[in-house]
């Protein structure tokens, strides 16, 4: 895949002058503390992301970000950090559409905290993302109008490969209908790397929009298999923000999600364990913010499977300190039968 | 008697040459509507978050056409944050998924990443003509300058941030010199202060202000316009989903 990538990209930007690359990034250091099953674990990382850009000339567009976890901490015991690739890509504008070629983050957000029709299920869930959203991929985006448009994409979640078996395959359509943003989808997962227990294909739709004072926004999801039991999933949301003063508003989001079958469960990524007693699924999450002053701000999340069987609580706090350092402290609580655990992390990160 | 009506008719005459002369409220709007009101331009702007003794800067770029803006955060900790405002819409680009997500019509009341200034704020479009009715309640001196006082009520049927404004213009330049805009029952909610003025390309236009907002203790956010273009070439497709990615 690298070989033929960058090819590629040598191809296109052959003959055009390169006039800058700028670089930004951040670094994080986190401490953790995990209460489970009544063991007691300290864990302490450090991510350094950085992110490239060359400018954009003749309507191309290269970028390249990558993540380098521990660096610190590797270089403190002697070991080899590890390096993950989130971005290597060029992106191109054509007259009539924009294709994007290389390693890329492909995610079909809609607003939703959880979002059961996503390209990669799971992978960007109740702000919490995850590196499934990353991907090998050719992108072809062709625009209708200024808010409609369709995204063709082919991915490679094993490595290059021209095998058929082995790609896997989305189309999307975008529409600005009367306010509203709707989008139809379409994903087939690999044959050859399926997992034997999630339907290989899946049709969504989502649709967001306002009614009066609030944001309203529903999707709906059919996975089917030649083998497995097709399912069906639902999600209903609301987001609205409460005056408590002029300016200072509580945000509020509340969503829930109807899962048919328990082999969906891999569209609710981390919070695969928000699984309940049944064959079905039938979760309410819920996000409160409210702003403490113009630097602070704290974010109270929760989950609950609505048999009963369990629950997830995660406050967070957010300060922005000065010369661009952040500090967060969060918990997170989880009651399940006898399940469970508590883990209270707090971090510092740097923007540069 | 001669004598009383001759000072009759010379006062009656300043009166009525001071009549002649003098604008209306809708006038001097419309004036000030001539130098701030941007049909299209691409701006560079920074945004200095205050409260007590802690700061953050937020620097963007804009364009601009009318209905629509695109901005683009261009500071360390928002870097390649973008949003882009078509008509009653809004939407969002996040850098690190690269999302493209329609953000909700309440948030536009919300303080833009942060700031003391609303996403309406910063990105209504319309005409303060077209959007308040304007009285002259006074006249008064602002940082040495000579300015009318209006008050604008908000019109009938208008969506607007405030439902009352009091504005000083400057009466020689016609550009706001300073405002106070108020809620619906009265309450002083925030005050607008023009701390430096330039000359561009013909038109005088803020290029230092700040906004403070009135119901939150010793806040402030402070916009300085680095650089600005009026009526820039802006090619067709800047403001689509398209670009915004």
């Known amino acids: 895949m690298r070989k033929y990538l960058f090819l590629f990209m040598i191809f296109i930007i052959a003959g055009q002058v390169v006039l800058a690359i700028e670089a930004s990034g951040d670094y994080n250091i986190n401490a953790s503390a995990t209460w489970y099953d009544g063991d007691y674990r300290t864990d302490f990382n450090d991510i350094l992301n950085i992110d490239l850009y060359l400018l954009e000339i003749a309507g191309s567009e290269l970028q390249y970000s990558f993540t380098v976890t521990d660096p610190l901490l590797d270089l403190l015991e002697d070991r080899n950090p590890s390096y993950l690739t989130r971005k290597l890509y060029l992106r191109h504008r054509f007259d009539d559409f924009l294709l994007t070629v290389g390693r890329q983050p492909v995610s079909w957000s809609f607003g939703s905290l959880l979002n059961p029709v996503d390209f990669t299920p799971g992978s960007v869930i109740a702000d919490r993302e995850s590196s499934g959203k990353y991907t090998d991929a050719l992108e072809l985006y062709v625009p209708l109008n200024w808010n409609s448009g369709f995204s063709i994409v082919t991915s490679y979640p094993g490595g290059f490969s021209t095998d058929f078996n082995k790609m896997k395959f989305g189309v999307r359509g975008r529409f600005g209908v009367e306010g509203y943003d709707l989008t139809v989808n379409y994903v087939q997962e690999p044959h050859s790397l399926r997992n034997p227990f999630f339907p290989r294909e899946r049709v969504g739709l989502t649709i967001k929009g306002d009614l009066k004072d609030m944001g309203i926004y529903a999707a709906f999801g059919h996975y089917f298999d030649e083998i497995l039991d097709s399912s069906n999933s639902f999600l209903l949301g609301i987001d609205y923000s409460y005056e408590l003063s002029y300016q200072t508003r509580l945000a509020m989001q509340l969503e829930y999600l109807g899962l048919g079958s328990n082999r969906l469960i891999p569209v609710l990524g981390p919070f695969y364990f928000m699984n309940g007693k049944g064959d079905r699924l039938d979760l309410l999450c819920a996000s409160l913010g409210y702003p403490l002053d113009d630097f602070s701000s704290i974010t109270l999340m929760t989950m609950l499977n609505l048999d009963g069987s369990r629950i997830y609580i995660s406050p967070i706090y957010r300060n922005t300190l000065a010369n661009n350092i952040d500090f967060t402290l969060s918990g997170q609580f989880f009651s399940g039968g006898e399940d469970g655990f508590t883990a209270l992390s707090t971090g510092f990160s740097y923007s540069f | ?245």
């Open chain 2, 1 to 245: 008697m001669r004598k009383k009506l001759l000072f009759l008719l010379i006062i009656l005459n300043l009166v009525l040459s001071a009549m002649a002369y003098a604008f209306t409220a809708e006038e001097i709007i419309r004036k000030r509507d001539d130098n701030e009101y941007i049909e299209t331009a691409r701006a560079e702007m920074e945004m200095i978050i205050k409260s007590g003794r802690r700061e953050m800067v937020k620097s963007m770029l804009i364009l601009s056409a009318k209905d629509n803006s695109l901005v683009e955060f261009t500071n360390p900790r928002d870097r390649g944050t973008r949003f882009l405002k078509r008509g009653e819409e809004l939407w969002m680009f996040f850098p690190d998924a690269e999302d493209l997500v329609r953000i909700s019509g309440h948030m536009l009341n919300q303080g833009m990443m942060g700031s003391d200034f609303s996403y309406q704020d910063l990105l209504e479009s319309d005409k303060l003509t077209d959007l308040y009715h304007f009285e002259i309640i006074g006249e008064e001196e602002v940082g040495g300058r000579p300015a009318y006082v209006l008050e604008g009520i908000a019109r009938e049927g208008k969506e607007v941030a405030y439902y009352r404004r009091k504005t000083w213009i400057d009466k020689e330049r016609f550009v706001g010199l300073k405002e106070e805009l108020y809620a619906r029952s009265g309450r002083l909610l925030k005050v607008l202060t023009v701390l430096e003025l330039e000359e561009i390309e013909g038109r005088w236009y803020p290029v230092r202000s700040v906004m403070e907002d009135k119901l939150r203790r010793d806040t402030s956010t402070e916009v300085v316009l680095k650089s600005i273009v009026f009526n820039p070439d802006i090619p067709e497709g800047v403001f689509t989903l398209e670009n915004l990615r």
